[in-house]
């Protein structure tokens, strides 16, 4: 059983557009949340995250937007440009009791010039 | 900084060899992850290292892979032997302290196994 979900494998925006990746999980413990970028050949880099204290959080063209209740959570990238094509990982873990990071499987954006 | 290096970059096995992962963890940093990654499977767990102690071994993993951290900045992964379903992305990652701390990823070792 999958304890992060990310809903979609691959999502294709056009450049400009507003691109919006889903993620929910299972473990109420869950209170930190990491979002990954990676390109092709590279490994994964952190891109934002956000903790369960609360419920949005901007860098720049990227926002998490974070609902406790529903156990779940989605990434915004606001006017997606062809260099945000990448795969996008949702992680999440625990401040007590564990040590791991769960990933998601991930999800392949396209974004269309 | 240097960040996490990883050698080599690609590897070409025989079923049945043994393969050794190199991997440089960023310095300063506590914690180093061994992961796979595969488009079927994604990311998965292989081992855990803090401060140079195991503290996971790979549950299914445990058999034929094995990874060592013999002193704070250098950590292996053996995979021995070698079958054709190990073929997959081998990526390390440290971080200064535990799953709620950035994970620092190094490039991958891409093994392909005959």
């Known amino acids: 059983q999958q304890q992060v979900r990310q809903s979609s494998q691959s999502l294709t925006v056009w450049e400009g557009e507003t691109a919006i990746l889903n993620c929910s999980y299972e473990n109420s413990a869950f209170d930190y949340f990491p979002w990954y970028q990676q390109f092709p050949g590279e490994g994964p880099a952190l891109l934002i995250a956000?903790?369960?204290?609360?419920d949005k959080k901007e860098d720049g063209r990227f926002t998490i937007f974070f609902n406790k209740r529903e156990k779940n959570l989605s990434l915004h990238i606001k006017d997606s440009q062809p260099g945000d094509s990448a795969t996008y990982f949702c992680a999440a873990s625990a401040s007590s009791g564990s040590w791991q990071l769960i990933f998601g499987s991930g999800t392949q954006l396209t974004v269309m010039p | 900084d240097a960040g996490v290096t990883q050698t080599p970059r690609h590897e070409v096995a025989e079923k049945g060899q043994t393969i050794i992962l190199k991997c440089e963890p960023v310095s300063g940093h506590n914690d180093l992850f061994w992961y796979r990654q595969t488009k079927i499977q994604g990311l998965e767990l292989l081992s855990y290292f803090r401060s140079k102690s195991l503290m996971e071994d790979g549950g299914a993993f445990k058999d034929r892979f094995k990874a060592e951290m013999l002193n704070s900045s250098f950590s292996t992964l053996k995979i021995q032997p070698t079958e054709p379903k190990d073929s997959a992305v081998y990526l390390c990652a440290s971080s200064r302290l535990g799953a709620q701390d950035t994970q620092y990823f190094g490039p991958g070792t891409r093994l392909l196994v005959l």
């Open positions: 956000i903790r369960s204290v609360s």
